[in-house]
């Protein structure tokens, strides 16, 4: 089937957007409660880890129902790909009100082409062109989504494709498994050797985080609005970028040099630390090589550690204990993140340099290791844009 032969409709005549709760649900009936936590940018699938009662939920929760597709609609979370299934214990759920729900019609849409539709980066970055309201607080408004012209080939086709993707999914998901393994590696390393850094029974002393970064370069956040991304113009890591310790280089956008500038405060140099301080509080990342002179978001933090081993200082924030102790102080409801003035005062215990860099050649083997994955990983990436771009044009 050629591109040209296959038929086309608006998103919004094929499927329903945002439609209204009309059954009639008793207060103490339990429903499936899904909130954008539950929606892993990785995975196209959101599975309820709860339930709550009606009663509980129904004023000030968005209303779904099993096989919707959920669509988060604030910044950082749809730029982060929060796009998926959803998959109920009960027949009713509700969540965060940043969900888009779009419910394809009966004998027109399947639910897994589309949430594969909309996964595209395409798509995504037509999306953030779109986001209406204040930095910070801005939003894929709904018109967007009904207007967005979506293949349509017959269903039975539509499921194939669907079950071509999803497998190549799944083979990404194995190699994403392999990766959080050597990342359980590299914490069992660290906890062996110095403990749980909270309780601290080796006591350590125990420094400020502010105290063991450069006065030069003080902890800051990065770029309010980085704009469309550059084909020739300084690099920018985004959150989504960051990944099992490093940094996903292939996704990497870029910005003008006029934008950068104005948040020089936040230039990258090799070896900095970068933890995410929006959405999603605690990923952590090294600064390689190839990212000097680049810059990061708001959503980030950049900590020019100087003081102590940068790769010891990552696998101790990235400890349950101190994630612990950044989902005490952060805050919000729609977008939750953490103060600086909190990532100034989290403490970090300090065992002798000799004993930090020890750990830090070990973390290097399980890094190399990484590396590798991460390699693989990237390529099972570029085999699935590929088949998402030859899906949608009527070649696969």
Not at 49 to 56: D, L, M, S
Not at 307 to 335: I, N, S, Y
Not at 346 to 359: D, G, L
């Amino acid at each position: 089937m050629s591109a040209s032969s296959i038929a086309t409709a608006k998103l919004g005549d094929v499927a329903d957007l945002n439609p209204p709760l009309t059954a009639c649900l008793r207060d103490d009936e339990d429903v499936s409660f899904l909130p954008m936590s539950a929606v892993v940018a990785e995975s196209a699938n959101a599975v309820d880890r709860e339930t709550r009662p009606y009663a509980a939920v129904k004023k000030g929760y968005t209303a779904f129902v099993a096989g919707d597709v959920l669509v988060a609609k604030i910044t950082p979370c749809f730029e982060n790909g929060k796009i998926a299934h959803a998959h109920l214990t009960r027949d009713f759920g509700f969540g965060s009100t940043e969900f888009h729900v779009v419910r394809p019609r009966a004998g027109q849409l399947d639910a897994r082409y589309l949430v594969h539709y909309l996964r595209q980066d395409s798509i995504r970055r037509q999306g953030e062109s779109r986001m209406t309201g204040s930095a910070g607080q801005r939003r894929v408004p709904e018109p967007f989504l009904a207007g967005l012209d979506v293949p349509v080939p017959p269903l039975v086709e539509q499921r194939r494709i669907a079950e071509i993707l999803d497998k190549a999914d799944t083979l990404r998901a194995k190699r994403r498994v392999a990766l959080a393994q050597l990342d359980t590696l590299t914490q069992s390393i660290f906890l062996d050797m110095f403990g749980d850094p909270v309780d601290n029974l080796y006591q350590f002393p125990v420094r400020r985080m502010i105290d063991l970064v450069d006065p030069a370069r003080p902890i800051s956040y990065g770029i309010l609005m980085p704009g469309s991304d550059q084909s020739n113009g300084v690099k920018y890591v985004r959150v989504v970028d960051m990944r099992d310790g490093g940094i996903e280089l292939s996704g990497v956008r870029q910005t003008t040099e006029k934008i950068s500038n104005a948040f020089r405060r936040s230039l990258l140099r090799p070896g900095d630390l970068l933890m995410s301080i929006r959405g999603h509080v605690g990923r952590l990342a090294i600064v390689p090589t190839e990212l000097d002179g680049a810059n990061i978001t708001q959503d980030t933090a950049r900590l020019a550690v100087l003081g102590a081993d940068p790769v010891f200082v990552r696998e101790c924030l990235r400890t349950q204990a101190l994630q612990r102790w950044m989902a005490r102080h952060t805050k919000g409801v729609a977008v939750r993140g953490i103060n600086l003035g909190d990532v100034k005062l989290m403490p970090i215990p300090m065992p002798i340099q000799s004993k930090q860099n020890e750990f830090a050649r070990l973390a290097a083997t399980t890094d190399d290791l990484r590396r590798v994955h991460r390699a693989s990983l990237s390529e099972l990436d570029a085999l699935f844009a590929s088949l998402q771009h030859r899906a949608f044009r009527g070649e696969l």
